[in-house]
């Protein structure tokens, strides 16, 4: 079984081009069904071929025993699903037998994101006097000007970023590259923060963003800035880089962009992703509709013409 897992992985690095992360992700949820296998077949050495749909509901049905979320549970499955779809391909085996298997049902959680006022009240923290500020500034407007991903601003390179046209180039999820504009604020703030980050920034590290030491920067360094920022300004319970990405996509759409645009933007390959944001542009909607609208209360109007 090892063999076949460690081909699996193999695979998803070098033809599907997933990141570490994923890859690891998809290890992590392998070895938790090989551990099930072995204890349920009471022998560690076990043949993929005896794997049936009914094994696989005993599988989903022990996760849910030991409390794990139904989101887990259908992110384990999904893996299930592509690792048996490869072993089908490689003639491992003749039939899949998660192919048939149903994904848990959840509810969506709709994301959390800043308002217009407390976004402006975050980017107005940074003291941008300082390397660090400024750095923490540009990090903060891109997050917001872009809705880029956290693995995207940490691998940004000097040569992607292009400030006569206000574009950058990113390579996203599965390696894809793609192009977003960003506004004339994230301009000045980067042009500023460009100018002063040879004087910090090792000659060998081409990443936009650098530690004080010169070095660059890695996820947790950022993840940090964020939250130091975020606690300041919102009570939103996970205060993370994501955030911001939400917020990016919540403001474009409540001030009326094309979702099919956006969708491109975030670097989303399907339309679903996407139109989780379009609950929080209808619920805005239905704010501004039920301030404005002297009939939303429901409530008789004074000046109702009597019968």
């Known amino acids: 079984m090892e063999k076949e897992v460690k081909e699996f992985l193999k695979y998803l690095y070098l ?4 990141s570490k992360n994923t890859i690891h992700s998809y290890e992590t949820d392998l070895r938790q069904f090989v551990e099930f296998l072995e204890d349920h077949f009471g022998k560690a050495r076990i043949f993929w071929k005896v794997i049936d749909k009914k094994i696989l ?8 025993e030991q409390n794990i979320s139904r989101r887990s549970i259908a992110r384990k499955l999904a893996t299930l699903k592509s690792f048996f779809r490869f ?7 003749e039939k899949n037998p998660a192919a048939t298997v149903k ?5 969506k959680k709709l994301p959390e994101y800043l308002t217009t006022e407390e976004m402006q009240s975050l980017l107005r923290l940074p ?14 407007e891109l997050f917001y000007g872009t809705g880029m991903r956290l693995s995207e601003l940490i691998n940004l390179k000097i040569q992607q970023v292009d400030l006569n046209e206000r574009l950058i180039r990113v390579t996203g999820k599965g390696n894809k590259e793609r192009i977003i504009p960003f506004g004339g604020s994230a301009q000045i703030i980067l042009e500023r923060y460009l100018t002063i980050r040879p004087q910090y920034a090792e000659k060998t590290v081409d990443n936009v963003f650098v530690l004080k030491t010169g070095k660059k920067m890695y996820p947790m360094a950022v993840q940090r800035i964020v939250k130091k920022y975020l606690s300041q300004v919102s009570q939103i319970q996970k205060q993370s880089p ?25 670097g989303h390959e ?9 609950h929080l542009s209808i ?25």
């Open 15 to 18: 033809e599907r081009r997933y």
């Open 57 to 64: 509901r005993y599988f989903l049905i022990r996760l849910q």
């Open 87 to 93: 072993l089908l391909k490689k003639d491992v085996i």
């Open 103 to 107: 994904m848990p049902h959840f509810e």
């Open 127 to 140: 003291n941008y006097k300082t390397f660090e500020g400024l750095r923490d500034l540009a990090i903060l």
């Open 242 to 266: 994501h955030i911001l990405r939400h917020t990016y996509a919540t403001h474009l759409l409540n001030a009326g962009a094309d979702i099919r645009v956006v969708k491109d933007l975030l």
């Open 270 to 278: 399907n339309l679903s992703t996407t139109q989780v944001y379009t």
């Open 283 to 307: 619920e805005h909607l239905k704010d501004i509709y039920n301030q404005a609208h002297p009939r939303a209360s429901g409530k008789s109007s004074k000046n109702r013409r009597r019968s």
